[in-house]
């Protein structure tokens, strides 16, 4: 067996192991519970759901498949944006299943509306050998780019996880299995992939799943999560396309940010890092020099597993991976602080 192989069995064994850990008697406690925030609800035709992204344009969550490949729509109805727990379930509409992409996962995607646009990171889940970047337009839903971002047929571990874009249209896309980020330009050319030795702290266990969740602040930078070993990173972008993009670590305070996963930013001194068991409000008075963990928020549905988070007229909902029952329901939970 390769090492490379080996990796990816281990990152395998080990999300098995803490799954079937879990009694079923716990699970159907949980699922009995109700949240004490609003909760959207919704049918789907698969298990595992990565990321939902409120579109405000459309009035609907757009939410990425991470079981085969695509992307789908949940629609709300007006009565479903009151404070209380309705037992409504909304039903998801496939929108993308791109037969190119078959049998990849659409893992965190992001919306420019200034370009109407949906980009969408793509990776082989299973076996961490492929990874891309697609671009969709939003009203018709055609293919505009797909970037390969690793080289086809290698032995390199590599999966994309997460995206976002600044001003100017560029796309940076995290890789969760080999420590970096592509850049890729407006037009879908890869434009170099920036690594740093601050991707990978010591310890193989700490680099399962290494660099996840990002945002570009308003001010010019990234905000980049690292999975395991929960570590902050602000990146300062250098002009032209050279990759010579400043790594810095964030120092946190106040708490752990270790199994964060997805990012939003609520504000420009404000984020929210979603992830298990745990999401967390974190704070900056500095330009993200420092930062400090000013609140908590726990769904209680730990089961499910947050992967992400997005913000609907002001409010933050974070998407739980993993649906339940013969009809695949899947939520979005409320998260107050």
Sequence with gaps: MSSSSFCSCRFTAVIFLVISAVPVAYIV?????????????????????????????????????????GIGEVVPRDSDDGDDNSEDVMEEVTLVKDVNLGGNASAGIVIDRDRNRLLVAVGDLVGNHYSALAAYDLSTWRRIFLTELSV???????????????????????????????KVDVNGKLVYTLKSPLFTPPGWFDN??????????????????????????????????IGNDKVS?????????????????????????????????????????????????????????????????GRVYLTHVVGFGSKKRHILVEAVF
């Excluded at 406690?29 to 109700?34: D, H, I, K, M, P």
């Excluded at 799943?209 to 570009?216: A, D, E, F, Q, R």
């Excluded at 308003?218 to 300062?236: A, E, M, N, R």
């Design 152 to 182: 086809r047929h290698s032995k390199e571990i590599t999966f994309a996880d997460d995206v976002t874009f600044d001003t100017e249209g560029n796309a940076y896309v995290t890789d969760a299995r080999g420590n970096k980020i592509w």
């Design 249 to 313: 670590v964030i120092k946190v305070t106040n708490g752990t940010l270790r199994f964060g996963d997805g990012l939003e930013i609520l504000s420009p001194t404000k984020i929210v890092v979603a992830g298990n068991p745990y999401t967390k409000l974190v704070e900056s008075s500095d330009g993200w020099r420092t930062a400090s963990v000013t609140g908590w928020f726990g769904s209680g549905m730990y089961h499910r597993l947050i992967s992400a988070a997005t913000i609907k007229e």
């Design 29 to 69: 406690s949980l699922e009995r519970a109700v949240p004490s925030t609003h909760v959207f609800s919704y049918h789907s035709s698969g298990f595992l759901r990565e990321c939902a992204k409120w579109d405000d344009v459309g009035r609907r969550f757009l939410v990425s498949y991470m079981d085969g490949g």
């Design 208 to 241: 399962i799943v290494s660099l996840n969740g990002i945002v570009y602040h308003p001010d010019g930078f990234l905000i980049v999560i690292h999975t395991i070993s929960g570590l902050l990173y602000k990146i300062d972008l250098a002009d032209g396309d």
